[in-house]
């Protein structure tokens, strides 16, 4: 199954999953087939893609929203999805 992010509850705009290892670095979605310094997931806003939302982060730094790392898509997901808005 697909994990599915609802829209932002500031903007309306997406988010997005961004991968990374167990110390939170960066990675693109080809690590995930091979991770060899542990898999997390975090979640993207970008504010280039967002302009003018207030949560949105720049894609030069990262665009994370907030400092968690989760264990799954899933776990990201229901994080994101939860929140009121």
Not at 22 to 27: A, L, S
Not at 63 to 77: F, H, P, T
Request: glycine share 10%; with cysteine.
């Amino acid at each position: 199954m697909k994990e599915y992010l609802k829209p932002c509850p500031f903007c309306g705009g997406e988010a997005k999953f961004g991968v990374t290892d167990h110390e939170g670095n960066d990675r693109d979605d080809e690590y995930e087939n091979d991770p060899w310094s542990g898999l997390a997931f975090r979640i993207l806003h970008i504010h280039e893609e967002n302009e003018g939302c207030p949560i949105a982060n720049y894609e030069i730094d990262g665009a994370a929203i907030g400092v968690y790392l989760y264990d799954s898509r899933k776990e990201a997901a229901e994080a994101w999805n939860k929140r009121q808005g």
